[in-house]
């Protein structure tokens, strides 16, 4: 199976030819644009995004970071651009943009048909909002883009148009805890403090049929720069959106760390060396606004709006890990 997807990939010059996928990319071009409308009516600046810097993401759930050789200095290509989102709200207190990020993601993500190793995400950050803020924003965006999409690309969904419906809000919520419980109904064991694994977020996501949030993931399962519930200790302030039918994770985000003490300590306790984000922590140090965001996967949003079985036809140039194709 996985040598089939293989040379299938490795010959994308010959397949992408195929009209379904010509179809498939003027609907992402819709969902782009539509996207941008919607976020500069809300008051955003889209600027351009970090392609590489000192340091990026660790947060990214067992991938690996790529690294290149910078006149003798190792960089990071961004994993994701969170670190430079909280360094541009200093000037611009609404910004998004469409980032290309890189994840050497393990080899078993083949299977789960919605991980790519190079993909892009809408990321937007807002400086004094809240969880409730930026969860209510990206409803609305939501709803927005499927309302969009459906109105002007009748011919490229095709019989799609019929399944797909903009959702109702608000969307239902879980807590991280009550997602567990669920789970283990539905006899999916998932040990507490750990992130959700990708079959059991994959069966939670079927089990519905409207996008739904899950929130306060446990500190030990997310990266130091989410901010700590005021009322729960070892909880975060933080959510994730899933889609329905077992399309999986749409976005995540949340509230962001801006103490530089707390940060530190947050850092220290999850194990990565401060050592290796010296100009983000000296940025701390000079004080940086709180802020709360997101960011909302380009490929995932295709895939989930076009019904694909697979998130690499949700991309022109797909890079899926362990695959060298073009
Ligand atoms: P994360 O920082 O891991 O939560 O990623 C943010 C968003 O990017 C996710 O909610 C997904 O929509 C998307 N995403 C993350 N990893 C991948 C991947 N390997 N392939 C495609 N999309 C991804
Ligand atoms: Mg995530």
């Given at each position: 199976?996985?040598?089939?997807?293989?040379?299938?990939?490795?010959?994308?010059?010959?397949?992408?030819?195929?009209?379904?996928?010509?179809?498939?990319?003027?609907?992402?071009?819709?969902?782009?644009?539509?996207?941008?409308?919607?976020?500069?009516?809300?008051?955003?600046?889209?600027?351009?995004?970090?392609?590489?810097?000192?340091?990026?993401?660790?947060?990214?759930?067992?991938?690996?970071?790529?690294?290149?050789?910078?006149?003798?200095?190792?960089f990071k290509v961004m994993s994701s651009m969170i670190l430079y989102k909280q360094m541009i709200i200093?000037?611009?207190?609404?910004?998004?943009?469409?980032?290309?990020?890189?994840?050497?993601?393990?080899?078993?993500?083949?299977?789960?048909?919605?991980?790519?190793?190079?993909?892009?995400?809408?990321?937007?950050?807002v400086a004094y909002a809240t969880c409730e803020d930026v969860m209510e924003l990206g409803e609305r965006m939501l709803c927005h883009v499927i309302a969009e999409v459906k109105n002007k690309c009748r011919e490229e969904l095709g019989d799609r148009i019929k399944t797909l419906k903009v959702p109702k809000m608000p969307f239902e919520r879980y807590t991280y805890r009550e997602a567990l419980e669920i789970l283990k109904g539905a006899g999916i064991n998932v040990e507490y403090g750990k992130?959700?694994?990708?079959?059991?977020?994959?069966?939670?996501?079927?089990?519905?049929?409207?996008?739904?949030?899950i929130t306060n993931f446990p500190a030990t399962a997310r990266s130091f720069y989410y901010m700590e519930s005021r009322e729960e200790h070892g909880v975060l302030e933080d959510f994730d959106l899933i889609y329905p039918e077992g399309f999986g994770e749409a976005i995540?985000?949340?509230?962001?760390?801006?103490?530089?003490?707390?940060?530190?300590?947050?850092?220290?306790?999850?194990?990565?060396?401060?050592?290796?984000?010296?100009?983000?922590?000296?940025?701390?140090?000079?004080?940086?606004?709180?802020?709360?965001?997101?960011g909302i996967g380009v490929e995932r949003l295709t895939r989930f709006i076009c019904s694909l079985e697979n998130i690499w036809d949700a991309v022109p140039f797909p890079k899926v890990a362990g695959i060298p194709s073009p």
């Open positions: 199976m996985s040598s089939e997807i293989s040379e299938s990939l490795k010959k994308r010059y010959i397949t992408v030819r195929d009209n379904g996928l010509a179809k498939i990319f003027k609907v992402q071009d819709e969902i782009i644009s539509s996207i941008r409308t919607f976020l500069k009516n809300e008051g955003f600046i889209e600027i351009l995004a970090p392609i590489i810097g000192p340091a990026t993401d660790p947060g990214i759930r067992g991938a690996k970071q790529a690294t290149i050789d910078y006149y003798g200095f190792p200093t000037a611009l207190p609404k910004v998004f943009a469409l980032s290309p990020n890189i994840r050497l993601e393990p080899l078993e993500t083949v299977r789960t048909r919605r991980h790519l190793t190079e993909f892009r995400q809408i990321d937007l950050e992130e959700i694994p990708w079959e059991a977020e994959e069966a939670i996501s079927r089990m519905h049929s409207e996008p739904f949030w995540s985000g949340g509230e962001r760390e801006y103490r530089y003490d707390k940060l530190l300590d947050r850092m220290l306790k999850s194990g990565d060396n401060p050592a290796d984000y010296e100009w983000y922590l000296d940025m701390l140090r000079i004080g940086i606004p709180p802020s709360a965001g997101f």
